[in-house]
């Protein structure tokens, strides 16, 4: 689970990860990185938020599943650079597709699908550099545009849906599921700025060993607590549902701010046994 | 479940049905900036782009005045008016300084300061 702020692909792209400003949040993922070295995911499926890319209000989608052989970066408008496109797994998107439809989450599918920032940046954060990266990938995009958005329980339920396709795919597959977005911020308004370190710590901390103690908060509840755009943290709750046998801390970092936002970073592995 | 009309959360914006509506010509438009090609036309004839997405007097005079909160009031949804904004020359601590009323120096201090 990772913050997916546009200004770390900027940082990126000029190559300023090691200045003061970036260095806090980078160093935050040089644990990941042997994490990853070491388990060698082979697919990742993302939870992120589409920020007007792919979607626009003349159909959104709550819960769109990707299921193209690539997807696509492009210009978002404001500047990022663009990256290359990520390797999709068709087969593991259909598996997906059909398990959840049987499960009742009854999703949009798409075979082609931009993915943004918040799909982009956090694949650079796992895998920095410019070399291909090992994976292929699965987005799936929940909607934070435009409100009613899905609940946290709902979230929670559709991470639990995907972790059981997962789970009754290719038996030798080893996926890796990723969460993104926050943590609290606000872009719009008079209150823009508002940032809430002691709910985002309390967050990072029930993710853990307790996800259902915010499960009750009402996506009212979250944007007051996180901010208009804090409600992001619907992604970590989703990635969160998907680790349905429990879940250890392997790594946390939390730095404000990167932009307008408090940003996190919460490695979780299935419990020792 | 949310209901975004009923409790207000002060100075929180939140994009239900009506702001759907009401917004959907000017973020139409916004939308339309994730071409290079149209970033361009809208700076070589404003009032005519914002024409020809229908806008209406009170998003256009939203437009003109590069007033965000105005914007929103009209109906803008953020995600899509970061891309106007950015053709403007504004990023999200520019935008915040002007909704709060406050310097960009202030704004940025204000973000720094809630790290204690």
């Given at each position: 689970m990772t913050s997916h702020v546009p200004a770390i692909g900027g940082a990126i792209a000029r190559g300023v990860e090691g200045e003061p400003y970036w260095k806090p949040f980078f160093e935050g993922f040089d644990k990941v990185h042997a994490w990853l070295d070491e388990v060698r995911p082979d697919t990742v499926v993302v939870f992120y938020n589409d920020h007007g890319l792919n979607f626009f209000l003349d159909k959104i989608p709550t819960f769109a599943v990707g299921a193209a052989l690539s997807y696509q970066n492009a210009d978002e408008g404001w500047g990022l650079p663009e990256v290359p496109p990520f390797p999709g797994s068709p087969q593991l998107s259909w598996h997906i597709i059909e398990s959840l439809v049987a499960d009742e989450f009854d999703v949009t599918m798409c075979q082609e699908m931009l993915v943004d920032h918040a799909f982009a940046v956090p694949m650079q954060l796992l895998w920095p550099g410019a070399g291909r990266r090992p994976v292929k990938t699965v987005p799936i995009a929940i909607n934070?545009?435009?409100?009613p958005l899905p609940s946290a329980t709902r979230c929670f339920k559709l991470g639990a849906a995907v972790a059981r396709a997962v789970e009754s795919f290719e038996a030798d597959s080893r996926v890796l599921i990723v969460g993104t977005g926050g943590l609290s911020h606000q872009l719009?308004?008079?209150?823009?700025g508002f940032i809430n370190k002691q709910f985002d710590l309390f967050c990072m901390e029930k993710?853990?060993?307790?996800?259902?103690?915010?499960?009750?908060?009402?996506n009212r509840e979250l944007i007051e607590r996180a901010g208009t755009q804090g409600i992001e943290i619907l992604m970590w709750i989703a990635a969160r549902g998907a680790m349905t046998h429990g879940a250890q801390r392997l790594h946390s970092n939390y730095h404000i701010p990167i932009s307008n936002t408090a940003t996190g970073v919460l490695l979780l592995g299935n419990p020792a046994t | 479940m949310i209901s975004v009309r009923c409790q207000p959360i002060p100075g929180t914006p939140l994009f239900g049905a009506d702001e759907a509506q009401r917004g959907y010509a000017l973020n139409r438009m916004c939308y339309s900036f994730n071409s290079a090609a149209n970033r361009q036309a809208f700076r070589d004839d404003e009032e005519a782009y914002c024409a020809r997405f229908g806008l209406d007097e009170e998003q256009k005079d939203a437009v003109r005045n590069r007033d965000v909160l105005a914007m929103i009031d009209a109906g803008g949804n953020i995600y899509y008016l970061s891309k106007l904004v950015g053709i403007f020359g504004l990023n999200v601590q520019d935008i915040g300084a002007e909704q709060t009323g406050t310097s960009v120096e202030a704004f940025r201090a204000k973000l720094m300061a809630a790290a204690k």
């Open positions: 934070t545009v435009q409100h719009d308004g008079e209150r823009a993710l853990v060993n307790e996800p259902e103690a915010l499960l009750g908060y009402s | -």
